[in-house]
């Protein structure tokens, strides 16, 4: 057996995950709430015309940065709790199907919090990868919400009504998440870059 060699003073293991549920963790969810359900808010004015309510949401990045940085419980909550509060304070209402397809968003992210090195996150690689949870996160969140709605017929009764929904809607949450996910990363891991180094 070889002799396992302790971690030099200042060594931060670039694999090393806090708990998903630390004081750390649990504090970023909330963050990540109040954060997406806020800034969408006034977002939630501004639809695509001629298309089944879909709103122009940049804001969607937030739950897919926080997926990314914090882990699946962040992302989830801040994409489904922050989706229902926004919804609530917009319009009254929530929509649980959507509310669900926006943890997805949030969620599947989380999968970068896992396979990439901390030390890559602000690297090409790194907000490569994050760019490209994005769209599939989009892609999946968005398909579960049309899908659901076309099932369970809320508002939707033909497959090319769900179709129409779920284009725009995945498609400018793709592009919005690709673009700004990856600036909210290299920004977050810019600023906390010092701290980290006097660890």
């Known amino acids: 057996m070889t002799e396992q060699k302790p971690s030099p003073p ?10 998903l549920f ?32 879909v709103a122009i949401r940049p804001t969607v990045a937030i739950p897919i940065a926080f997926g990314f940085i914090f882990g699946p419980v962040a992302g989830f909550f801040s994409g489904f ?5 926004s919804d609530q304070l917009s319009f009254g209402a929530f929509f649980w199907n ?14 970068g919090f896992y396979v990439v090195k901390r030390t890559d ?19 999946v969140g968005i398909g579960f919400s049309a899908l659901t709605d076309f099932i369970f017929q809320i508002g939707l009764t033909t497959v090319g009504a769900a179709v129409a929904e779920f284009i725009p809607a995945a498609v400018t949450d793709a592009i919005n998440g690709a ?15 010092g701290r980290a180094r006097r660890l």
């Open 10 to 19: 200042g060594h931060v293991d670039v694999f090393q995950r806090e708990s």
């Open 22 to 53: 630390s004081t750390k963790n649990l504090v970023a969810t909330a963050v990540g709430i109040a954060l997406y359900a806020a800034l969408t808010i006034p977002f939630n004015v501004f639809t695509i015309p001629g298309v089944y309510d």
């Open 121 to 139: 996150w602000a690297k090409t690689k790194g907000l490569a990868a994050s760019a490209i949870l994005a769209v599939i996160a989009s892609i």
């Open 98 to 111: 959507w509310d669900l397809g926006n943890g997805l968003i949030g969620l599947i992210p989380a999968i």
């Open 179 to 193: 673009i700004i996910a990856p600036i909210l990363i290299y920004t977050y891991v810019q600023s906390t870059a």
């Open 81 to 85: 709790i922050g989706n229902i509060l």
